[in-house]
Nanobody
């Protein structure tokens, strides 16, 4: 399994921005599909974004409808890191955000398909 460590969470006012980072161990990072999920207290874990690398400079990203147009997922295979840029944050974005990885090309949004998880980083958006 891949080791994942998230960072970049914090407290921000509504309308603000945060950038989450997820540093991954392992020599085959580029072959992994990377995802971000979040879980708010009392709610189920939900898909946020996913990025699948298909070779060269081509990656395919997908987003939950609730964050589309506000969040951007990206990856740097040279640094074994995936990022989540979050803009125009809303109080409903408050949650613990988790980085996840699956060791194949994956184009879905099911958290059960991801085998490696980070410890999570808290994002709190005040109104």
């Amino acid at each position: 399994q891949m080791q994942l460590v998230e960072s970049g969470g914090g407290l921000v006012q509504a309308g603000g921005s945060l950038r989450l980072s997820c540093a991954a161990s392992g020599r085959t990072f580029s072959s992994y599909t990377m995802g971000w999920f979040r879980q708010a207290p009392g709610k189920e874990r939900e898909f946020v974004a996913r990025i699948t690398w298909s070779g060269g400079s081509i990656s395919y990203a997908d987003y939950a409808d609730s964050v589309k147009g506000r969040f951007t997922i990206s990856r740097d295979n040279g640094k074994n890191t995936v990022y989540l840029q979050m803009n125009s944050l809303k109080p409903e974005d408050t949650a613990t955000y988790y980085c996840a990885a699956v060791d194949r090309a994956y184009y879905g949004s099911s958290w059960q398909s991801f085998g490696s998880w980070g410890q999570g980083t808290q994002v709190t958006v005040s109104s």
